[in-house]
């Protein structure tokens, strides 16, 4: 039941991105498996440039191995993740999906206004993005003032210039004892 719901979503998106489709349809037929632990799924791309979820025992064409934590990266966009990600097979029938899939957008305000009507689905979506943007903004204000009283009011957290000053003085404390171990051993053989 749940891989044919995964299915028409997948196509829905895709329906809603028409220019995913084009950069799909060299690879139909093509399958790749999505290893993230505890879970597996494989998508087989379509001769329409569609997405299907496909069966358990196919061999897959690639396979993408990620884990859950870098799973999150990535759907938070963070560019650095990617190069973690790693990939065996056709590697570039995995990326081409892979950069179909974090490119993908969600029309959900045209989906909501086929129930609710334009105008409430305006009005929601507007809403809905703005609480966001209010959380995000709100969720940063918190970050820094929790940074700024665990370095200033209860030291938990180091400042860098700190760190840095701290590697500095370990640095000539080592070249001091290297100088100190050579003179004692210069010592010693007179």
């Not at 990617?82 to 570039?92: A, C, F």
């Not at 993908?104 to 966001?132: C, H, M, P, Q, R």
């Amino acid at each position: 039941m749940f891989k044919p719901l995964l299915s028409r979503l997948l196509n829905h998106l895709i329906t809603q991105n028409q220019w995913a489709r084009a950069h799909l349809l060299p690879f139909s037929g093509k399958t790749v498996q999505f290893n993230i632990p505890p879970a597996n799924a494989s998508l087989t791309i379509l001769e329409d440039g569609g997405l299907a979820m496909a069966g358990e025992t196919l061999n897959a064409d690639a396979s993408i191995h990620l884990s859950p934590s870098l799973a999150l990266r990535l759907i938070a966009k963070d560019t650095d993740a990617m190069s973690q990600v790693r990939i065996e097979g056709d590697t570039e029938l995995a990326k081409t999906l892979a950069k179909v899939l974090q490119n993908i957008k969600w029309d959900y305000e045209e989906d909501l206004s086929k129930v609710v009507g334009d105008i409430s689905a305006n009005k929601a979506s507007t809403f809905a993005k703005n609480t966001a943007q209010e959380i995000r903004q709100q969720s940063v204000n918190f970050a820094e003032m929790a940074v700024e009283y665990w370095q200033e009011e209860n030291p938990l957290i180091a400042k860098k210039r700190h760190v840095e000053d701290f590697v500095q003085k370990v640095d000539v404390l080592r070249d001091d004892v290297e100088r100190l171990e050579k003179r004692l051993a210069k010592l010693l053989t007179k």
